[in-house]
Nanobody
Framework: VQLVESGGGLVQAGGSLRLSCAASGLTFSSYPMGWFRQAPGKEREFVAAISRSGGSTDYADSVKGRFTISRDNAKNMVYLHMNSLKPEDTAVYYC????????????????WGKGTLVTVSS
């Protein structure tokens, strides 16, 4: 199984980015998917999750109303649309997949990508 993130970069505060995660080696539509992030010197934190069908989503309070998670099961892709970015959103963003659920504490999640860096300048 491979999860490959892309779309990170440098953006000014108030700007937008779309992160993508390409999944391979798994029956994608059978996996809930999620995004986590880890800022320098901080612990990894939950960002967003989406159900197998895409019909249900969950967000951390810190990104609710600004970020949107979506998926395309035909393309084996999951996305994170990030708007109104703030300097505190600066982090490495990781894609996650697990056949059971995406635990918001990240424990027990089966598959992780290597991450993509998002830097938001003030």
């Amino acid at each position: 199984v491979q999860l490959v993130e892309s779309g990170g970069g440098l953006v000014q505060a108030g700007g937008s980015l779309r992160l993508s995660c390409a999944a391979s080696g798994l029956t994608f539509s059978s996996y809930p998917m999620g995004w986590f992030r880890q800022a320098p010197g901080k612990e990894r934190e939950f960002v967003a999750a989406i159900s197998r069908s895409g019909g249900s989503t969950d967000y951390a309070d810190s990104v609710k109303g600004r970020f949107t998670i979506s998926r395309d099961n035909a393309k084996n892709m999951v996305y994170l649309h990030m708007n109104s970015l703030k300097p505190e959103d600066t982090a490495v963003y990781y894609c996650a997949a697990d056949p059971r659920t995406i635990a918001t504490n990240g424990y027990g999640i089966l598959y992780w990508g290597k991450g993509t860096l998002v830097t938001v300048s003030s």
